[in-house]
């Protein structure tokens, strides 16, 4: 799977490819929080918000259900990408790119 997520306009989270979804998220600086599952087994998670000065932010995290002691068991071997202001979706965006090579996965609002 691929999906490319960023924000567009002042309202709108965007997920194109194998996910395709618009959130509007009603002009709020409040920042947005998204699990990423394969197999009910968390992967990682990633904040998503508008800032006062225009531009949306994409922050991936890692926390104590994403990585163990010694950091082998960090998400799997997927190509994870950051990209800051990428003109082919969004130019004042950060755009995340996931590719899970043939992986299914789920974003989610919700940890379960």
Request: a negative charge; aromatic letters at 16%.
């Amino acid at each position: 799977m691929l999906v490319h997520i960023y924000g567009a306009s002042d309202d709108l989270i965007e997920f194109e490819g194998d996910i395709r979804a618009e959130i509007d998220v009603n002009n709020t600086r409040t920042a947005r929080k998204f699990y990423v599952y394969c197999e009910d087994e968390l992967q990682f998670t990633f904040q998503i918000k508008f800032t006062d000065s225009g531009y949306w932010q994409v922050i991936p995290q890692i926390d104590d259900k994403t990585c163990d002691e010694d950091n082998s068991n960090f998400c799997k071997d997927w190509d994870i990408q950051l990209k800051y202001f990428d003109s082919d979706f969004c130019g004042y965006s950060t755009t995340l790119t996931i590719n899970s090579y043939g992986d299914d996965f789920i974003i989610s609002r919700k940890r379960k």
